[in-house]
């Protein structure tokens, strides 16, 4: 699939919560040496990873505005979930963006509660259906942002 800036946004925003986390996990008191300097080695190469995707969001911006990359996939949609909060009243880039980036946010949470042992198998449960909502919203809004940059490129396909 190629490249869109609403799923380059969708991965810089991942890449910057694995950060986050790991770093949180090299201050934590209780890791051990050995295991600090795995995270560190981990942190470091997701820091990479990071300058790559904002150089990509870079050189996507500039050859979408050349009109040299399709700015939108055309999509085929084949869900129903009537539990999302609509993303139609979104109509700045950046406010897209931040949106993105707090689903992410959310979904990375709800995926580590569910990971837990100690939760009932109706909390799972429920917790599933809350991870495929905000899932949902997520690829919804990485639209929206392909969605804005089309509007604002005035290359309308």
């Not at 055309?74 to 009243?89: F, R």
Request: glycine fraction near 6%; aromatic fraction near 2%; charge should be negative.
């Amino acid at each position: 699939m190629a490249e869109t800036l609403g799923s380059l946004v969708d991965k810089i925003s991942i890449k910057n919560l694995r950060i986050w986390h790991l770093d949180e996990a090299v201050e934590n008191k209780e890791t051990s040496a050995p295991e600090r300097e795995e995270l560190k080695a981990k942190r470091d190469l997701a820091v990479k990873q990071r300058k790559g995707l904002v150089d990509e969001i870079d050189g996507f911006l500039g050859a979408a505005m050349r009109g040299e990359v399709q700015i939108c996939d055309e999509k085929i949609k084949m869900y129903t979930n009537t539990n999302v909060s609509s993303s139609g009243g979104i109509k700045d880039l950046g406010e897209a963006v931040s949106e993105l980036a707090l689903r992410n946010i959310k979904l990375w949470h709800l995926e580590d509660e569910v990971r837990r042992t100690d939760l009932p198998d109706s909390a799972i449960v429920q917790t599933k259906r809350k991870i495929d909502t905000t899932n949902q919203e997520r690829n919804n809004l990485m639209d929206k942002v392909d969605e804005i940059l089309l509007h604002c490129s005035g290359d309308e396909q």
